[in-house]
């Protein structure tokens, strides 16, 4: 008999499209590699729906709040249900970037220098010298994400808005200049490093992420084998220390314009990497001979509690 896979996806939070695009397409392929699927559209009668369920597995495809900070994950710790990804403890490290920046760089990751300040504070003046970026603390997919550029007087007139969504305490980073990599983490393996190139974007954003052709994978990256060694040291380092468990991926900015050693540095960890048709890690799993529904497959017999 198959076993039963109920794959979670939507909620509501403000990734909830994104969560519908890699739950569709991660229960298309789960399908398709022999899995009875249950499609549910997470509402905050989850647990509800889920008691009623009792699948063998939960496949997390959500992102954002509730769905990749340990809140969901403690839900179904508590109805003993095995699920996909990291567990409680782990997510929710990984989804607050503070916290998740202090233990990298306690494991030796090098990260960029960041304070944590109040959005009025950030507002009223340039806080740290440009170039700088100011982020959200808990948010994913780039949302909220404000790049203040060297010429700029002011700090970002975003931040006064009425309808701010992003938190009243943010983290404003040094931007370092150069080229996007990631790397994804699948078990104890680091996989190929992939570098991102994205065309009409300042940067690695929502649009750029998630639109058919926003971005273009060169897997694996063309950097000299001693820095994709050290992405793939430090994307391990980040995973094991943050507890994470599946499939995670870490992001880095590498600046190789006055040398070829230059400097690499650790944005962030994710432990819900995006699972769309144009998401990273699929792309990078099928360059190392994982096709799409292997490692579907692989993320559910992996699948367990207290992880």
């Known amino acids: 008999m198959p076993k039963h896979v109920s794959v979670l996806m939507g909620g509501w939070s403000s990734e909830r499209p994104v969560s519908l695009s890699s739950g569709t397409a991660c229960a298309d392929a789960l399908e398709a590699a022999g899995f009875d699927v249950t499609r549910i559209d997470v509402d905050r009668d989850v647990y509800k729906v889920l008691s009623d369920l009792r699948p063998d597995v939960a496949f997390n495809a959500l992102h954002g709040p509730f769905g990749e900070d340990g809140t969901i994950q403690g839900v179904l710790e508590f109805l003993e249900i095995p699920y996909t990804h990291s567990g409680v403890l782990a997510s929710a490290l990984a989804m607050n970037k503070v916290k998740a920046k202090t233990i990298a760089k306690a494991v030796g990751v090098s990260v960029a220098e960041s304070k944590v300040l109040e959005r009025r504070v950030i507002a009223e003046k340039h806080v740290m010298p440009t170039p700088y970026v100011v982020k959200p603390i808990a948010e994913g997919s780039s949302f909220g994400v404000l790049i203040v550029r060297e010429d700029q007087a002011h700090p970002p007139q975003q931040l006064h808005a009425s309808d701010w969504a992003f938190g009243e305490t943010l983290m404003v980073e040094r931007f370092v200049a150069g080229r996007e990599l990631t790397c994804a983490v699948m078990g104890d393996v680091a996989l190929p490093v992939c570098e991102i190139t994205t065309e009409g974007h300042a940067f690695y954003d929502y649009d750029s992420k998630y639109a058919p052709g926003g971005s273009v994978h060169k897997i694996p990256a063309e950097i000299p084998a001693a820095v994709a060694n050290r992405v793939q040291q430090y994307s391990l380092a980040a995973h094991r220390a943050i507890g994470c468990r599946g ?49 579907l497959t692989w993320m559910v017999e992996d699948a367990s509690c207290r992880r």
């Open 247 to 295: 499939v995670s991926r870490s992001d880095f900015r590498y600046d190789d314009r006055f040398g070829e050693g230059g400097e690499l540095v650790w944005l962030e960890i994710n432990t819900q990497p995006g699972m769309t048709p144009t998401s990273l890690v699929p792309d990078i799993a099928r360059a190392v001979g994982h096709e799409f529904g292997e490692l």
